[in-house]
């Protein structure tokens, strides 16, 4: 069992910044970030591969605006989000797995059997 401590989010204008946090208590493979509107099925958002200490994986809807990044000695990962859009607006989650993934499997969230309790991210415009 990893037990997986978040922080960070808040409300931000478009255009603005947000960065996340996640801690795990326990060896991950894999660590990331997914997210949750109401009435939406969660999606992924950003992975990195925490066992390599490189390797990071990104939706189409954020590439070129959010960055995930591991620190190794703290065991934590974060997600750097930039040029922020109302429609980045969601519960986000963070997550991890102890094993390795397929490529088709590193964003799909049936894949990660430890989750934080998540933290709101809102985007004004």
């Known amino acids: 069992q990893v037990q997986l401590v978040e922080s960070g989010g808040g409300s931000v204008q478009a255009g603005g910044s947000l960065r996340l946090s996640c801690a795990a208590d326990?060896?991950?493979?894999?660590m990331g970030w997914f997210r949750q509107v109401p009435q939406q099925e969660r999606e992924g958002v950003a992975v990195?591969?925490?066992?390599?200490?490189?390797?990071?994986y990104y939706a189409d809807s954020v590439k070129g605006r959010f960055t995930i990044s591991q620190d190794n000695a703290k065991n934590t990962v974060y997600l750097q989000m930039n040029d922020l859009k109302p429609e980045d607006t969601a519960m986000y989650y963070c997550?991890?797995?102890?094993?390795?993934?397929?490529?088709?499997?590193?964003?799909?969230?049936?894949?990660?059997?430890?989750w934080g309790q998540g933290t709101q991210v809102t985007v004004s415009s």
């Open positions: 326990g060896y991950t493979y894999f």
């Open positions: 990195f591969n925490t066992d390599l200490g490189a390797g990071a």
């Open positions: 997550a991890a797995v102890s094993s390795w993934l397929l490529d088709v499997r590193r964003l799909r969230p049936d894949a990660y059997p430890y």
